[in-house]
């Protein structure tokens, strides 16, 4: 299952992946991931994208939030 | 007498139970960040205070609304707390829950939202939950208030809880770096539980750091943790110290949640699912934003409020009206008491009671819209409109809370996490056009564009947020040198907002109209009303000899431009400083009006279409009212940045009301 981690934006809008690795983020919106469970090992699933290349819906825990899609594509994660 | 804390993640319900638990009612909404205050109330037993604090994911506060939560556990000392933790978001908050149980106060554990967690398939076993932690653990729904009895009878005899006994195992290289800390801290200091403020410190939380900079030399503390960090990296346990905490933490807490939770029927929240969809769609979402705020501006003027202030504005000019005259000529009194009752007071205060229809309806659907879940999804929609003005989505819902009225608005601004822009947000606020201003437009709006009230109405608070986007991106380049603005928020679930809940948040948003009605509009009211009475010449003296006249014609000269160079107009904008309301009830007095029609023909015969849009305008941009200055100081603790919102208004409202008029006249309008 040796799949290569790819950003968090490439997946299709409904599908899942397990985060691979978190860089070069802004530290405060580090920090307010990690106050809602989102760290590396965990499964996030990219519900949808935002009008205007605005923000993406992200979907973790069961908790829905949404962050701006430069940031986003510092998440990279792993496709099962 | 005894204080218990409610504590707890973000929008999990601790006001809905602190309004239960109290007979108090504070200010609830579905969104993160609601409760931006302490908040205390008296228990209904008489069992002692309630402290309700506004929501934190952990210790350690990134926003200002969190630094009270968390300075608040730190220096003063609750006899107990009643963590609120949401049933179907269980793994999250339980972090925090581990870290208040260290705390060592005696503590209840609140299983809110137990329903919305049924519904989604998610069934925590409470007894599971009460035997790992070693706290009594009760399920609720505080928003119907189901459980809540339990939770009185148990805090009835609070010194009955029992003290916490929670322990977790860190592991040899940190359990070594606690107790050596925990040496070292000074006995009997006025400080928690001396392992919660070592791990607290190891987790570099900046509150902690504080106070004990404030009370020893913390250099041999954080040589300790630096010990401890090499160590945990040599064993390649962990990159850092607050990293490793926070691993064991989950640990726990996972193998905790497999005890006590099924999650085998989970299942997606259908509504949620199927309205996001919709409302937050990539092309639907923002034409669908706008249709609805045309719907509530529609139902505010023309649909349902506007019918019903006809109807009060019935009432007061005929039957109350004519009532007390009749009663002061009864009673003998004089004409000057005649004259003030009739046309001071009830001319006054009751122009301005008349728009308390629209008013009422206004706030029920700011308070719907708050309860359902729909703010947040603005917040989403708005985003990247806000990111190119330099400010980030979040500060929409203030925006719309400054619709209401603007002192809770720019409080509900410290929920935004960077300082920059929480000060945008707080600069801005003043062209959010509040409901004090809204008699202004309704009034003119009905004399002169009759039969498109709404769409006059609505394009005044379009007007306002375009200024502020502009202003904001002026701002932003200028005074904070385009500092980048960072973007997160939590998407609640949608709900139905309840009823009672409605009808309570739209009385306690009205409430303060009613209450300016009978003090400072009053007050307001009887002096213009003096003023108008009484000239050089004496008491009773032609309305163009009064005082007023002579006050308004002052100002006047510097309004000519304008298009309202009148004394009328003139003398109305300094006491609309006080209170924007008390502009309408000055034009009542002024224009002797008996009732809102007779205002009306009177206000066609001054103004013109065109003057009156400039005036319009500049009562929507020209200064933030007295109370709005008063917070606007206390939350930016500056009387520079105070001055700065006053003036830079009063200067936009100049030149756009230039524009407007002399732009206007040169097109051929009148």
Request: hydrophobic share 50%; glycine share 8%; proline share 5%.
């Amino acid at each position: 299952m040796a799949v290569s981690p790819c950003s968090l934006l490439r997946l299709h809008p409904g599908s899942t992946g397990s985060i691979h690795s978190i860089e070069g983020m802004n530290p405060i919106l580090r920090r307010r991931l990690a106050d809602l469970g989102v760290f590396e090992g965990v499964v996030i699933r990219l519900k949808g994208k935002g009008p205007f290349l605005g923000p993406v819906t992200l979907e973790c825990n069961g908790q829905l939030f949404a962050i701006r899609r430069k940031e986003a594509s510092r998440i990279e994660v792993n496709v099962s | 007498m005894s204080s218990i804390a409610l504590v707890g993640n973000p929008n999990t319900g601790k006001t809905s139970l602190f309004n239960t638990l109290t007979s108090s009612y504070e200010y609830v909404g579905n969104w993160a960040g609601v409760t931006v205050e302490k908040k205390i109330g008296s228990l209904k037993n008489g069992a002692g205070m309630l402290i309700d604090l506004p929501g934190i994911y952990s210790l350690h506060p990134l926003s200002r609304d969190e630094s009270v939560a968390a300075r608040y556990l730190v220096e003063e000392s609750p006899g107990a707390l009643i963590n609120i933790v949401d049933a179907s978001q269980l793994e999250r908050n339980l972090l925090l829950t581990l870290q208040l149980l260290e705390y060592g106060k005696p503590t209840l554990l609140g299983l809110n939202m137990v329903d919305v967690a049924s519904a989604r398939g998610i069934q925590v076993n409470p007894e599971v939950l009460q035997t790992w932690l070693g706290v009594p653990v009760l399920p609720l729904v505080a928003r119907t208030g189901k459980g809540s009895g339990q939770v009185l009878s148990l805090l009835k005899n609070s010194a009955a809880i029992p003290a916490v006994h929670f322990r977790l195992d860190y592991g040899e290289p940190a359990e070594q770096a606690i107790a050596a800390i925990e040496k070292m801290l000074p006995a009997g200091a006025s400080l928690p539980d001396s392992r919660w403020v070592a791990l607290q410190l190891m987790e570099q939380n900046p509150v902690i750091l504080q106070i004990l900079k404030s009370q020893l030399d913390v250099t041999p503390l954080l040589a300790i943790c630096d010990v401890c960090q090499s160590e945990l990296q040599s064993k390649k346990l962990a990159l850092t110290l607050p990293q490793w905490i926070r691993s064991v933490r989950m640990d726990y807490i996972r193998s905790l949640c497999q005890a006590a939770m099924d999650t085998t029927a989970r299942k997606p929240h259908n509504l949620t699912e199927r309205l996001d969809a919709l409302l937050t769609h990539r092309f639907m979402g923002l034409p669908l934003f706008i249709f609805f705020m045309y719907v509530l501006f529609k139902t505010t003027f023309d649909w349902v409020g506007g019918p019903l202030s006809d109807i009060l504005d019935g009432w007061i000019s005929g039957p109350i009206s004519d009532g007390a005259g009749t009663l002061l000529q009864y009673l003998g009194a004089s004409s000057f008491a005649h004259a003030l009752v009739v046309d001071g007071i009830i001319g006054g205060v009751g122009g301005v009671l008349v728009f308390v229809p629209q008013i009422f309806i206004l706030f029920l659907i700011i308070s719907f819209l708050e309860d359902s879940g729909y703010m947040a999804r603005v917040c989403l929609l708005m985003d990247s409109t806000m990111e190119r003005m330099g400010l980030n989505g979040k500060a929409f819902i203030p925006f719309i809370i400054g619709f209401g009225c603007n002192v809770p608005a720019i409080m509900a601004a410290r929920s935004i996490e960077q300082p920059k822009d929480r000060m945008l947000t707080t600069l801005l606020m003043p062209l959010m056009s509040c409901s004090a201003r809204l008699p202004v437009y309704a009034l003119f709006a009905a004399v002169f564009f009759p039969s498109r009230q709404a769409a006059a109405v609505l394009s005044m608070y379009v007007l306002g947020i375009v200024f502020a986007l502009i202003l904001c991106k002026v701002f932003s380049k200028f005074l904070f040198k385009n500092e980048s603005s960072i973007f997160i928020i939590e998407l609640p679930p949608y709900r139905l907002p309840q009823i009672k809940t409605l009808l309570r948040s739209t009385w306690e948003k009205g409430k303060g109209f009613l209450r300016k009605a009978g003090t400072i509009i009053l007050a307001g009211s009887v002096i213009i009303w003096l003023m108008s009475y009484a000239g050089p010449g004496g008491l009773d003296v032609a309305m163009d000899d009064s005082f007023l006249a002579k006050f308004g014609g002052l100002i006047a000269p510097l309004l000519q431009p304008l298009g309202f160079g009148n004394w009328q107009a003139g003398s109305t904008l300094v006491p609309g400083f006080l209170a924007k309301e008390v502009i309408v009830s000055t034009m009542n007095i002024i224009y002797h009006a008996p009732d809102t029609a007779g205002l009306e023909t009177q206000i066609a015969q001054v103004f013109t279409p065109l003057s009156s849009i400039s005036f319009m305008v500049f009562i929507l941009l020209y200064i933030p009212c007295l109370a709005t200055v008063g917070v606007i100081r206390k939350e930016t603790a500056s009387w520079k940045w105070t001055f700065f919102s006053m003036g830079y208004s009063l200067v936009l409202a100049y030149i756009v009301s230039f524009v407007v008029f002399q732009g206007g006249r040169l097109l051929g309008w009148s």
